[in-house]
Antibody
């Protein structure tokens, strides 16, 4: 059974930093591209970041470029999202997803980030 | 990275068919056959319903189908059932390892 379990969500002050983690199982993680997708409260989905299977290629949405860093540890079957210079606009549920066929095939349950003073 | 355009709402009676559109540009929807559709029930994680424009993952009912013409993709739900009531999001590969989602459509089963 495919499982993605996100963790690390928290209440953070504006300007702060946080690292999210996502532990994967049930599929060949080291061969799978991974993404982070976020959903602001009551809003739609927004693609945040992608990392290829060996971590050599990373891409970001314009709104997080320069502030967020995606990485992965294939030995631990885990993908990370380091988030710096956080603002209220970054508030939302962050989903870790596994890519198949350029689609977000596998989804975690999400972890909530709240940026507020 | 502009969001794809979806109607905010759609509706149909049980047993009917409904089609949800997703309009992008030649840089995303029109440029690649990598359009996917997701179903999200309130408080739940999204679930992929269609990938690569028209492919149904294992376990997705064949009542769900996808298509694309030029810069517009479509999701059709046939034989509507009560459990189909949910939000639906389209997404497209947009080149250079970037992706874009639509704003979402709330499907109501009357």
């Amino acid at each position: 059974e495919v499982q993605l379990v996100e963790s690390g969500g928290d209440l953070v002050q504006p300007g702060g930093s946080l690292r999210l983690s996502c532990a994967a199982s049930g599929f060949t993680f080291s061969n799978t591209w991974m993404h982070w997708v976020r959903q602001a409260p009551g809003k739609g989905l927004m693609w945040v970041s992608h990392i290829n299977s060996d971590g050599s290629t990373t891409t970001y949405a314009d709104s997080v470029k320069g502030r967020f860093t995606i990485s992965r540890d294939n030995a631990k079957n885990t993908v990370y999202l380091q988030m710096n210079s956080l603002s209220a606009e970054d508030t939302g549920v962050y989903y870790c997803t596994g890519d198949q066929h350029y689609s977000n095939y596998y989804w975690g349950q999400g972890t909530l980030l709240t940026v507020s003073s | 990275q502009s969001a794809l355009t979806q109607p905010p709402s759609a509706s149909g009676s049980p047993g009917q068919s409904v089609t949800i559109s997703c309009t992008g540009t030649s840089s995303d929807v029109g440029g690649y056959n990598y359009v996917s559709w997701y179903q999200q029930h309130p408080g739940k994680a999204p679930k992929v319903m269609i990938s690569e424009v028209s492919n149904r993952p294992s376990g997705v009912p064949d009542r769900f189908s996808g298509s694309k013409s030029d810069n517009t993709a479509s999701l059709t739900v046939s034989g509507l059932q009560a459990e189909d009531e949910a939000y639906y999001y389209c997404s497209s590969y947009a080149g250079s390892n970037t992706w874009v989602f639509g704003g979402g459509t709330k499907l109501t089963v009357l």
